[in-house]
């Protein structure tokens, strides 16, 4: 299982996303993102998730999202892309 970082903002997503998208390889599919250590983080979280499904998809591979904090979710579902990212 792959995890987030505690804080997650447009200064950090780069360095962020190429970890992740290291351990994804890694990964069995569904790769599984926990999301529970997300305390700070602005839309750049959002950016970061769905590149990495991007690259899960070009692997062959799905993406799932554990533990998203609330304001996460709402994030994802005001700017329309809630069901690109799916809970466990």
């Known amino acids: 299982m792959l995890s987030l970082p505690a804080e997650l903002t447009h200064d950090l997503a780069t ?9 994804m390889g ?4 569904p ?5 529970k250590p997300l305390q700070r983080f ?4 959002l950016a970061v998730l769905l590149e990495l ?3 899960c998809l070009r692997a062959g591979k799905t993406l799932v999202v554990q533990g998203q904090p609330q ?8 700017y329309g892309i809630g069901a690109l990212l799916p809970s466990a």
């Open 15 to 23: 360095s962020c996303l190429a970890q992740l998208v290291e351990g």
């Open 26 to 29: 890694a990964e069995v599919s």
């Open 31 to 35: 790769v599984v993102v926990d999301a």
């Open 42 to 45: 602005d839309s750049s979280a």
């Open 53 to 55: 499904r991007r690259a």
């Open 71 to 78: 304001h996460l979710s709402d994030l994802a579902t005001l």
